[in-house]
């Protein structure tokens, strides 16, 4: 049986950032001003990914209030992270966030929880267990930062082709790592007509943009900039004036060499903050109005509505 949505979008997929409160429950309110600068901009948005969402460090109902309170407010595609230490939690999350929203796009890092010979059965299960679309994340730094010495940081290229081949439900990769490793996923990809592979690296994509669309945690910070360079890359809608262009490349450019050196609570209080730091300022941004004061007319506070 097909997965009831067939199709995970192209273009820009938003790492969107994970804000709890004191208590550990998800921050509503930042969450809502933060979806609503990013409405109209991303393609979909990726929850509880492995970078400022917080990936594996999230519990199962931290996922579930999340995913709830976003799947309410918008009719963006949403994929959600379901990888946990183990294979009996990813399946308990993938069960319960399944239950919330039942056009939702699975992702899982499947080295995290198992070896290169268990990912096809574990796709398989998926797969029939819940008939929604799935796509597998390569992330070898969340390997090196959790997993034992012995255990392989990359999803085998043999498995990948393979699981491309008899997997009617993966419908795509997310990868960060070597750009040798992603020629090699892409040739044993290549007789998959459709299948999506996105790149989880922002520097490398603005060099040389995937077609299938880049997962961005810095469009967090400058959406419509990002929203910006990913159409142009991909030409999916109105050319911008190759000077507005241009700054905008500059701009993500900037960002994203910063991102790769901050500290994940870094990045998140950039996010947090709402406003544009100041390394970003100069850079041609204000004649166009695309920075994040004037995007959105408030930052994104904290606090809580309940």
Same mark, same amino acid.
């Given at each position: 049986?097909?997965?009831?949505r067939?199709?995970?979008?192209r273009?820009l997929i938003?790492a969107?950032?994970?804000?709890?409160?004191?208590?550990? =429950?998800?921050? !509503?309110? +930042?969450t &809502?001003r933060?979806?609503?600068?990013?409405? #109209?901009r991303?393609? %979909?948005?990726l929850?509880?990914?492995?970078?400022a969402?917080?990936?594996?460090?999230?519990k199962i109902?931290?996922r579930?209030e999340l995913?709830s309170?976003v799947?309410?407010?918008t009719?963006l595609s949403?994929?959600?992270f379901?990888?946990?230490?183990?294979r009996?939690e990813?399946?308990e999350c993938?069960?319960v966030l399944a239950?919330?929203?039942d056009d939702?796009?699975?992702?899982?890092?499947?080295l995290?929880a198992?070896?290169?010979r268990?990912v096809?059965?574990w796709?398989d299960?998926?797969g029939?267990?819940f008939?929604?679309?799935?796509i597998?994340?390569?992330h070898p730094?969340?390997?090196?930062r959790?997993?034992?010495?012995t255990?392989? =940081?990359n999803? !085998?290229t +043999?498995? &990948?082709?393979?699981?491309a081949a008899?997997? #009617?439900?993966?419908? %795509?990769l997310?990868f960060?790592?070597?750009?040798?490793r992603?020629?090699n996923?892409h040739q044993?990809?290549?007789?998959?007509?459709?299948?999506?592979?996105?790149?989880?690296q922002?520097?490398?994509?603005l060099e040389?943009p995937?077609t299938s669309g880049?997962?961005?945690?810095?469009a967090?910070?400058?959406?419509?900039v990002w929203?910006?360079?990913?159409r142009?890359a991909?030409?999916?809608?109105?050319a911008a004036?190759l000077a507005?262009?241009?700054?905008?490349?500059?701009?993500?450019?900037?960002?994203g060499?910063?991102?790769?050196k901050?500290?994940?609570?870094?990045?998140?209080?950039?996010i947090?903050?709402?406003r544009?730091?100041?390394?970003?300022q100069?850079l041609?941004?204000?004649k166009?109005g695309?920075l994040?004061?004037?995007e959105s007319?408030?930052?994104?506070?904290g606090?809580s509505?309940?």
């Amino acid at each position: 049986m097909e997965p009831r949505r067939s199709h995970p979008p192209r273009g820009l997929i938003v790492a969107m950032a994970t804000f709890l409160d004191d208590r550990g =429950r998800i921050d !509503r309110i +930042a969450t &809502l001003r933060l979806l609503e600068k990013l409405e #109209g901009r991303a393609d %979909g948005l990726l929850l509880c990914g492995p970078e400022a969402g917080l990936g594996p460090d999230l519990k199962i109902e931290q996922r579930a209030e999340l995913l709830s309170l976003v799947a309410d407010r918008t009719d963006l595609s949403l994929l959600a992270f379901i990888t946990h230490p183990s294979r009996q939690e990813s399946a308990e999350c993938a069960e319960v966030l399944a239950g919330i929203k039942d056009d939702l796009i699975l992702v899982d890092a499947p080295l995290l929880a198992r070896s290169n010979r268990d990912v096809l059965s574990w796709l398989d299960y998926l797969g029939r267990r819940f008939k929604l679309p799935l796509i597998l994340y390569n992330h070898p730094r969340l390997m090196d930062r959790i997993s034992s010495q012995t255990k392989r =940081r990359n999803i !085998r290229t +043999a498995i &990948l082709k393979r699981a491309a081949a008899e997997s #009617g439900h993966l419908k %795509g990769l997310i990868f960060q790592g070597e750009f040798k490793r992603l020629l090699n996923y892409h040739q044993a990809v290549r007789a998959r007509s459709g299948f999506l592979i996105y790149d989880a690296q922002e520097l490398r994509f603005l060099e040389r943009p995937s077609t299938s669309g880049v997962v961005s945690t810095g469009a967090n910070l400058v959406p419509l900039v990002w929203a910006k360079v990913v159409r142009a890359a991909l030409h999916l809608g109105p050319a911008a004036p190759l000077a507005e262009t241009l700054a905008c490349g500059r701009a993500a450019r900037v960002l994203g060499k910063r991102l790769t050196k901050a500290s994940a609570e870094g990045v998140l209080e950039m996010i947090r903050s709402g406003r544009p730091p100041e390394f970003m300022q100069g850079l041609g941004l204000e004649k166009w109005g695309l920075l994040p004061g004037g995007e959105s007319g408030h930052p994104v506070q904290g606090g809580s509505d309940r």
